[in-house]
């Protein structure tokens, strides 16, 4: 003899659990009952139903979110799942099928239409007599106002009276079951339609957001870049090496007034009856007219800084700092140094930016777009220059300059190169919060992805 076959009947309307039971009792299935998804959740726990009928609408959990957890569970994922709900159309049935439901069952289904449901997910196999089929279907009506008399079980059945002179208030238990009834499903009906509504009405308002992003975003591209603002760190720069490069003027001018003072007074003081040596007879004598070179000299070396600074350092976030036009310039600077004359230091400072974007190292990054947060950024990071080590921010051909450079070997100008932490930025980052605008913060990481050039002079 084959096992009694078991199904679970999740609904928070008391009405509809006793409907569907009894329906289902008709096909000699055992039948339990629960009015919320989580304690469906639990009585899976010890239970193992062969069904499961499932109510959408419920407070809490509603029947979608029900289906997942049990679709979830390896314990529980094989049990067929029935939705039994008002709700219906093609696209309700398509997102419950997602879900791993086997089907919808209408909340007024009859009795034809729940025995094929039952056969297709295994609870019955044999057909229906034509005698079982024609009295199920009459006991169909009347199934609702059975139930109900069930729950009050002191209302007295009425019984059909032969006679017509039955007194009209014999009538009004009925009624008021009948009554009862009628509010019960009035409240589940206006339950459906505010939900219904509510759920149009959301998804309306995702369509329209969308759209009206696409249609701004379309629009800003549209229009011309914003102008760039010029950086003050070239100008600083200037000032700090005039300021060096007058003080240094300065103290050669001082030397250069104080020996031949010194000189002066050699003359002054030494005896008549001696001749007075000349530079050309004594060649220890100072070289007066070398240090008058010596000011064209500065004047030269400062051409090359300002030659410099009016280059571009900066560099995009996707290359390196020391590579590309930035190698280019300096290479062109060592060679206006090394004409000139310059003997010293000359020292480059790599910053590096941490920028939002978006996309993977797989597939690659991107800058996030302006209007992106920065909690949709998918990293803020340098994805070429991931540490602030020195080695990471110059490129194979930057090193193979500064190995085979003829105006670094011998040694009148020697290049240091400083990676800058990241945590000390030239420029101020806004607020590292979820709400603030990738573009506000991809600007500040532009600025502070640069180069600044350094002379040192001996």
């Known amino acids: 003899m084959s096992r009694?076959?078991?199904?679970l009947v999740v609904d928070d309307s008391k009405s509809a659990r006793l409907v569907l039971r009894r329906m289902l009792e008709k096909y000699g299935l055992i039948v339990d009952t629960v009015e919320s998804a989580p304690e469906a959740?639990?009585?899976?726990?010890?239970?193992?139903?062969?069904?499961?009928?499932?109510?959408?609408?419920?407070?809490?959990?509603?029947?979608?979110?029900?289906?997942?957890?049990?679709?979830?569970?390896p314990q529980t994922a094989t049990i067929p799942v029935m939705m039994y709900t008002s709700k219906g159309g093609d696209l309700y049935i398509g997102q419950a099928r997602a879900l791993g439901a086997v089907g919808v069952?209408?909340?007024?289904?009859?009795?034809?239409?729940?025995?094929?449901?039952?056969?297709?997910?295994?609870?019955?196999?044999?057909?229906?007599?034509?005698?079982?089929?024609d009295q199920q279907d009459d006991e169909y009506a009347s199934e609702r106002l059975e139930d109900l008399s069930q729950q009050h079980p002191q209302a007295p059945v009425v019984e059909a009276a032969a006679s017509t002179s039955q007194p009209h208030d014999d009538n009004e238990p009925v009624q008021n079951q009948l009554r009862r009834m009628l509010d019960e499903q009035r409240v589940e009906i206006r339950k459906d339609l505010i939900l219904g509504l509510d759920t149009a009405?959301?998804?309306?308002?995702?369509?329209?957001?969308?759209?009206?992003?696409?249609?701004?975003?379309?629009?800003?591209?549209?229009?011309?870049?914003?102008?760039?603002?010029?950086?003050?760190?070239p100008m600083v720069l200037l000032i700090i090496l005039l300021f060096i490069?007058?003080?240094?003027?300065?103290?050669?001018?001082?030397e250069g007034t104080t020996q031949a003072n010194y000189a002066t007074a050699d003359i002054t003081t030494a005896d008549p009856a001696e001749p007075v040596t000349t530079q050309a007879d004594n060649p220890a004598a100072p070289d007066l007219h070398g240090r008058e070179n010596s000011g064209e000299r500065i004047k030269q070396v400062w051409q090359s800084v300002g030659w410099a600074l009016n280059q571009d350092t900066d560099y995009p976030w996707d290359e390196?700092?020391?590579?590309?036009?930035?190698?280019?310039?300096?290479?062109?600077?060592?060679?206006?140094?090394?004409?000139?004359?310059?003997?010293?230091?000359?020292?480059?400072?790599?910053?590096?930016?941490?920028?939002?974007?978006?996309?993977?190292?797989?597939k690659g990054f991107k800058l996030a777009g302006e209007d992106t947060t920065l909690d949709q950024c998918s990293a803020i990071m340098n994805p070429v220059q991931p540490t602030d080590s020195p080695a990471t921010h110059q490129s194979l051909a930057f090193a193979n300059l500064i190995a085979?450079?003829?105006?670094?070997?011998?040694?009148?100008?020697?290049?240091?190169?400083?990676?800058?932490?990241?945590?000390?930025?030239?420029?101020?980052?806004?607020?590292?919060?979820?709400?603030t605008k990738a573009g506000e913060w991809?600007?500040?990481?532009?600025?502070?992805?640069r180069v600044r050039i350094q002379l040192i002079p001996e």
């Open 41 to 73: 959740l639990e009585f899976l726990i010890s239970n193992r139903p062969d069904a499961i009928f499932m109510d959408h609408m419920m407070p809490g959990m509603d029947g979608f979110e029900a289906v997942r957890a049990i679709k979830d569970n």
């Open 320 to 362: 390196i700092a020391l590579d590309g036009a930035r190698m280019q310039t300096i290479t062109k600077l060592l060679d206006r140094l090394s004409s000139n004359g310059f003997t010293g230091k000359l020292v480059l400072e790599t910053h590096t930016g941490e920028f939002c974007l978006q996309g993977s190292q797989e």
């Open 201 to 233: 009405a959301r998804q309306n308002r995702e369509k329209l957001d969308h759209l009206l992003d696409e249609k701004i975003e379309a629009f800003r591209q549209q229009l011309p870049p914003p102008a760039r603002r010029p950086s003050v760190f």
């Open 404 to 435: 085979s450079s003829p105006w670094l070997q011998d040694g009148a100008i020697e290049m240091n190169i400083n990676a800058i932490p990241r945590s000390e930025p030239l420029v101020a980052y806004p607020p590292r919060e979820p709400a």
């Open 105 to 133: 069952l209408p909340k007024t289904v009859a009795p034809a239409e729940l025995f094929e449901s039952l056969k297709r997910i295994g609870l019955i196999n044999e057909r229906r007599s034509s005698d079982d089929s």
């Open 4 to 7: 009694q076959k078991r199904a």
């Open 442 to 449: 991809n600007r500040a990481a532009a600025a502070n992805n």
């Open 245 to 254: 490069s007058l003080a240094w003027n300065f103290a050669s001018r001082k």
